[in-house]
């Protein structure tokens, strides 16, 4: 009974000090509680006007502790009114930080004391952004649904700004010449504003630069570096039946050697009869055998080093040329991969190049209305010296748009040669053009006079080329051509050939072509020859 009375006695006691320390700790919070204020006060801008709508944040104040992360206190919020008032209820009493936030405004932050014994005045200032307008100062007493609207607007440019960020990167630097004004003393000094005895020079500072590009576009950038670096390897295959199967394969490369330089080669392996063999015509009915010396063979076409100097606007070719790839071009007949394939349609026998040589080539051509080629080749593969059989020629070209109907080339081009064992140069001259009628339609023509020993031969085509018009598949095209050859010797040459070009793939072309040729000569009867043609063209 002793033991159960001093337990008890120890019970009670335990539980009166509990009831004590209960009533101690609660006495705080009532008392707390009773002291808790309210913080009100009222935004306004520089000049006095009120600023409506603006987020007015409280938050108790925490003190940085070295070393240690403080976890961020709890914060209330709050919007300014239409007369600029803001009011928070309920606010135990301490040191608070009040932040004011308003679209168009710097932040205004400072430390408060609960109670506050009066009202806060709350003064935000414009905010001024460097290189920008200067943007136009809130209206005061603004409408809550117009700073809103702003406030969305805000939002949305920095949600774009944000994806633009995380779609670009930087650039290489890149080394840009800046013009700026110095003043320079009489000791040598260099000052950027006016001083007294100071001259005012002009002079250039280097400065390196980054700019903004999208991942495509700096992806395509170092594609494009590197397959300037590369040598391309390309392969071009025809097969051309005319009368008999007659195919022809040619290789290419090219390499970018520095900067706008660039060598190319080209390898070409004819096999076959050509119909040149059983028709006594005076031009070639094949154009691919054109200025090739043996057949069944591969040859060597062209191999050349070419360079662009002057913003590109001069380049220089040296080397293995053929120089029917520079002279009297044309767009309509100038490629008998892809358009015609008699020799007559192709170019132009005026010319007088027998075979490729070596040569030189320079063009100037600014991109304007006028352009300039010059160009030296040997044509003569049984030539002793370089000085035997040079072919010089010369050629002005002006590009027109005349009547508004389209784009139209124009050219005039001179050549001189020497004759093997014979003093006196022999000349040529012609023109030729392709104009472009209508969006689908372009016109051409050629005209050529060579010297001979008496007076001059003379030659003239044209050709007529419709594109996605009056075609089966959209990039087919179909084209008809006419040349003739006068020779003063009494022979006259009269073809005629019209094809249509079907295009399989990118890659893949298949032609059906029809020529008709004939021949006269003096004191003979005529002889005409009804030649078609299948080409299948494969490039890669």
């Known amino acids: 009974m002793l033991k159960m009375r001093r337990f ?21 919070v009532q008392g707390a509680s009773a002291q808790a204020s309210s913080v009100n006060g009222r935004v306004v801008d520089a000049q006095g006007g009120v600023v409506a709508n603006a987020e007015v944040t409280l938050g108790l104040w925490t003190p940085a502790m070295p070393g ?7 914060q209330r919020t709050a919007r300014s009114t239409g007369d600029g008032t803001f009011v928070f209820t309920e606010v135990p009493p301490g040191q608070y930080v009040l932040q004011v936030d308003a679209p168009g405004f710097e932040r205004s932050s400072q430390e408060i004391t609960v109670p506050s014994g009066q009202p806060l005045d709350v003064k935000l200032a414009v905010l001024e952004v460097p290189g920008a307008e200067t943007a136009a100062r809130p209206v ?7 700073n809103q609207l702003l406030l969305d607007r805000i939002r949305t440019l920095e949600e774009r700004l944000n994806a633009l960020e995380s779609s670009t990167v930087l650039s290489e630097p890149e080394t840009r010449v800046k013009r700026i004004e110095v003043y ?33 576009e700096k992806i395509e950038d170092a594609l494009g570096e590197q397959e300037k670096r590369s040598v391309k390897l390309g392969v071009s295959a025809a097969i051309i039946p005319q009368f008999a199967i007659r195919t022809r394969g040619e290789l290419f490369f090219t390499a970018n050697v520095a900067q706008h330089t660039m060598f190319y080669a080209d390898l070409v392996g004819i096999s076959g009869t050509p119909p040149d063999l059983e028709i006594p015509s005076l031009t070639l009915l094949n154009g691919f055998t054109a200025r090739l010396v043996r057949q069944n063979e591969l040859n060597l076409r062209e191999a050349w080093l070419r360079t662009e100097l002057f913003s590109r ?16 071009r044309n767009a309509v007949a100038n490629d008998e991969t892809s358009q ?41 593969p049984n030539a002793t010296s370089l000085s035997d059989s040079i072919y ?51 016109l051409a023509g050629r005209f050529g006079a060579s010297q001979t020993e008496d007076r001059r031969d003379q030659f003239y085509s044209g050709a007529l080329q419709f594109r996605n018009h009056l075609v089966f598949n959209p990039g087919d095209y179909w084209a008809v051509g006419y040349s ?24 893949l072309k298949l032609s059906f072509h029809l020529t008709h040729v004939l021949e006269s000569s003096a004191g003979a009867s005529k002889l005409g020859f009804l030649v078609p043609g299948i080409r299948l063209q494969a490039s890669f």
């Open 68 to 74: 240690m992360k403080m976890t961020p206190a709890p």
């Open 140 to 146: 005061s007493g603004q409408a809550p649904a117009d």
């Open 8 to 28: 008890k006695r120890k019970f009670l006691m335990v539980c009166a000090t509990a009831a004590v320390a209960l009533a101690a700790s609660a006495a705080p």
């Open 184 to 216: 320079v003393d009489q000791n040598g000094n260099t000052h950027d504003q006016p001083v007294s005895g100071a001259k005012k020079t002009v002079t250039y500072q280097r400065e390196r630069v980054y700019r903004r590009q999208t991942i495509n």
């Open 392 to 442: 010089t020629l010369a050629e002005v070209g002006y590009f027109a748009n005349p009547f508004k109907i389209g784009e139209g080339n124009y050219r005039f081009w001179y050549r001189v040669n020497n004759v093997e064992k014979q003093q006196q140069h022999r000349t040529a001259f012609g023109a030729s053009f392709d104009q472009r009628l209508s969006s689908t339609v372009t």
């Open 313 to 328: 606007k001069l380049s220089l070719s040296a080397g293995r040329l053929d120089l029917t790839n520079y002279f009297d």
């Open 340 to 380: 015609f394939l008699s020799d007559s349609l192709v170019n132009n026998p005026s010319l007088g190049l027998a075979v490729n040589g070596s040569g030189f080539v320079a063009v100037f051509d600014p991109k304007r209305s006028l352009n300039f080629k010059i160009g030296i080749q040997q044509s003569n």
């Open 484 to 507: 003739q050859s006068n020779l003063i010797a009494g022979r006259r040459e009269q073809l005629a050939e019209g094809y249509y070009n079907f295009q399989l793939t990118e890659r």
